[in-house]
């Protein structure tokens, strides 16, 4: 039993981990798309940004590139 708790522990942190890994990324290529990138402790916000500066130009948000 306590093999099954620990593998299940195991595969909700490397859940977690993947989940954080996707939003830092989508967070850079935000930025990068808007060409404002500073520090990860502006991404947040620089990601709104590059949100705000699509919704108001009309430019479509970056998608995942499709695979050909």
């Known amino acids: ?3 099954t708790d620990s593998n299940s522990g195991l595969s909700i942190a ?3 981990v ?3 890994r996707h939003v830092i990324a989508e967070t850079v290529v935000e ?3 808007y060409g ?3 520090r990860i402790d502006t991404g947040w916000r620089c990601a709104q ?3 705000d500066h699509r919704a108001e130009s009309g430019h479509p948000a970056p998608e995942s ?3 050909h």
Request: charged share 25%; net charge positive.
């Open 1 to 3: 039993m306590k093999d």
């Open 14 to 16: 490397t859940l977690i």
């Open 18 to 20: 993947s989940a954080l």
């Open 31 to 33: 930025c990068a798309c």
């Open 36 to 38: 404002r990138w500073r």
């Open 49 to 51: 940004q590059a949100k």
């Open 65 to 67: 590139p499709a695979i």
